[in-house]
């Protein structure tokens, strides 16, 4: 029986490669609200001679294996700076953050390319 493909190859090895970067541990760049994972930041050079990101990178308190799979990913502008929080999806609690002007990141914008 002829194997069946859903995604072209470079969706999946796009959709694979971001599956695996948002996992871990969450930094949110206090300048311009981009929201990064510990090892994305390594990649992009943003971490000092102990693998700790630099500012204006800021951890975003959760659990260290966090996934986008389960945890939601949020930011807010807050007294001239971005901060950044995690919450179980589709729960009331996300529903309460959104409606005090807490915004979703997209699993797809959670990097350290430019700002949006």
Known sequence: ????????????????????????????????????????????????????????????RGPSDASTMWYAVLRKRERGVFIGTLCIRHTGRQTLLEEQGWEEIPVAEIGVGPAS
């Open 1 to 60: 029986m002829p194997r069946i493909r859903c995604q072209s190859p470079k969706r999946f090895s796009a959709f694979a490669q971001l599956a695996s970067a948002a996992v871990g541990a969450f930094f949110v760049n206090t300048s311009d609200g981009r929201v990064a994972t510990r090892v994305q930041l390594a990649q992009a050079g943003f971490v000092d001679e102990h693998a700790a990101p630099v500012k204006p990178w800021h951890p975003i």
